[in-house]
């Protein structure tokens, strides 16, 4: 009897665990191109205009990323320039932030709450102990049932945290309903394609998904869910229905693998959500094992006219005249001693060189990138003046083809702890460890130097002196 | 990155790949590859569209995509 007893308290348990599921992302009632949570629904306004465009890369490395970028933001906020002649706060100019874990607490915290981010972030976040509140989760006999479930992770677990403590419930839905920029893009990465996954409204296209459904805070979960301390997070990937519309782009593309590499591959990706029976779901994973410093979207915007938003585009319709980018990169560099000793360094030490030294380079080579982009486009503005003055000077009659190009000034913030120039100092804060719990002074002091970094910096010094 | 100028007889936006992406007359970026081309509507240009593979143009020698009025 007593076991019987025992058997049936064992079936609820498991059936009740069995009824937890995820928060599973809705369909689209209906497929439109132009509705949802994209750049061209978030307008310009008497405040932000496009003529000079500004984009914040915030990159991951837990809290310690965060404050740095949250220091940043605050220096934009008290910094006033002049534009068509009228004074303007530089954070109100921001059009885009593009972000990696640790990064997308503050970017998206700023998008859904503006300027109550400056009295309410530190003590909802910054200064929190979230590991410490997350570890307690764990020893809840009701998670322990929850997590028995193979539809509920203790990502999803962190997911519901975030939503109940730091983004109230909100949705992309109420991103939408602010209907002002900045357009936050949070990134994951694509656990099949290795490929990064930005969360908006035209990527969920490809899953026939409707983004306004989804919480701010998954997708916050999404980008910070670092492989080994979380689960990948999942996604249904509908199969589409006849009134889809595939990106104009797409068809194209694939005929473009001998000479445009990049895009012919991002055309391949999303034909692979097209097959939603072989891939009926989507398993995402930390932002920055595709992209740990938020940089990539805005290099494509660079490159190409195919995305949701391209600078490229705006270029071309003469909307832009100053484009600035600000990387905020808390990338460390902790000390080691392996080198002093003849035996080689132990397992884990390998594991962590393995896990974070692919994602370094890749923040190197995407930072190089962002050089070569915008030198590229400088020099080819510079040629095109060049011959117009030659012709201008030998055959006044004749005149280029394609008319004036308005110049675009192009202005690559970069705050890192490279920026640092007292030694001591600089080893310091690439020695803070990534962890979503760190000192009240650490906290301070991360948000001292992001200010102090942005201020110093050679190319924001140069802004300013144009925008006066 | 490539140059394009999409002739036409008068100022009208360019469609590149469904997306506006610049005017007509105009010099445009745009990045190497295979572009469907079209015009805003009103539709009085003809051909329908056209389907251009962009790479090796400078600023100096874009690649001229030519639409006619109809």
Known sequence: MKRNKQVIWVVILLLFAGCVHYPVNPKLSHFDAKAGYRFDNLSTNAVNSDKVFIILTFSGGGTRAAALSYGVLEQLSKTVVHIDGSPRRLIDEVDVISSVSGGSFTAAYYALYGDRIFNEFEGRFLKKDIQGDLKKRLFYPTNWIRLLSPTFSRIDMAAEYYDCNIFDHHTFGDLIKKGRRPFVTINATDMSLGARFEFSQDQFDWLYSDLSGVSVARAVAASSAFPGLFCPITFRNYSHESDYREPGWVKPALHDSANSLVRYRKALDVRSYSDSTGRPYVHLLDGGLSDNIGLRGTLRALESTDGGWSLIRMMNMNKVQKIVVVTVNAQTEASVSWDKHESPPWLMSVLSVVAISPMENYSFDSMLMLKQDIDRLNQEAKTRKDYEEIIRKYCPAVKLPGGDQQEVKFYRINVSFEGIENEADRMYFKNIRTSFSLPSETVDRLCNVGKKLLCESAEFKRLLHDLH | ?70
């Open chain 2, 1 to 70: 990155m490539e140059n394009v100028i999409v002739t036409f007889p008068e100022s009208r936006m360019v469609l590149m790949d469904g997306v506006e992406s610049g005017r007509t007359n105009k010099m445009m970026r745009v990045e190497e590859g295979t572009h469907i081309f079209k015009l805003a509507d009103p539709k009085d240009y003809k051909p329908r569209q056209i389907t251009r593979l962009i790479q090796n143009t400078t600023t100096a020698k874009p690649e001229e995509v030519c639409f006619e009025k109809k």
